[in-house]
């Protein structure tokens, strides 16, 4: 199915692992971005990619590792996971050259720092 | 620093009442402003969006009202639903040096009580 997928869509782990959360999408989007999202603070964004093998940081990208070899996957590490990174993850993608401006969100990961 | 800046945080609304949500922003480079609805376990949705040339734009029960020399803009839903009862994020695009970058409000969760 064509669309953006985010796994896993749960994930418990604990202070100091390392933990990879993954994104992958099927329109071939030029553009892809991570978001966190908490309470009181809305989105904010941790790191875009523009292309593969080009990203660079957002708002609040401290703690956080991504790559992009391959313009379909978009994965976001938490290279030593602390209590203050448990959130809600959003991966989106989009693709400028449409006029089409918006951007498709994935259903989130929901990550437990304990 | 919260460059768009969001209000109310939660609104109740009677069904049919007319919710208004209001959204502010400093920086003029702004190009382009979509308003995203989000339900619960799922990931934020492209709603409408307006770009600062235009003062109104209506998509069904959904209108933005823009005012590009007071910097805000805001979401108005017509009659409405208790199936409208979710998070909206408004946002602001920016391009810079040829990338987009999306910021986001805070959130305002409605609920439409019947």
């Known amino acids: 199915d064509a669309g953006i997928t985010q796994s896993p869509r749960y994930k418990i782990t604990e202070t100091g692992r390392q933990v990879t959360l993954m994104c992958h999408q099927t329109w071939s989007h030029s553009y892809m971005f991570w978001y966190r999202q908490d309470l009181g603070h809305g989105l904010r964004l941790i790191y875009y990619?523009?292309?593969?093998?080009?990203?660079d940081k957002g708002e609040v990208p401290d703690g956080y590792v991504v790559s992009r070899s391959k313009t379909e996957n978009f994965p976001l590490t938490l290279e030593s996971a602390t209590r203050s990174q448990t959130s809600v993850y959003f991966c989106a993608s989009s693709d400028r050259g449409t006029g089409n401006y918006g951007y498709t969100f994935g259903s989130g990961t929901r990550l437990t720092v304990v | 620093q919260q460059q768009v800046k969001q209000s109310p945080q939660s609104l109740i609304v009677q069904k049919g009442g007319i919710p208004i949500i209001n959204c502010a922003y400093e920086n003029t480079a702004f190009d382009y402003f979509p308003w995203y609805q989000q339900f619960p376990g799922k990931g934020p949705a492209l709603l409408i969006a307006?770009?600062?040339?235009?003062s109104e734009k209506k998509e069904g029960r959904f209108t933005i009202s823009f005012n590009k020399s007071a910097k805000q803009f805001s979401l108005h839903i017509m009659d409405s639903q208790p199936g409208d009862s979710a998070t909206y994020f408004c946002?602001?695009?920016?391009?810079?040096?040829?990338?987009?970058?999306?910021?986001f409000g805070t959130g305002t969760r409605l609920t439409i009580i019947p």
């Open positions: 307006i770009r600062p040339d235009v």
């Open positions: 990619s523009a292309a593969a093998d080009i990203t």
């Open positions: 946002a602001a695009r920016v391009l810079s040096f040829g990338n987009e970058k999306l910021t």
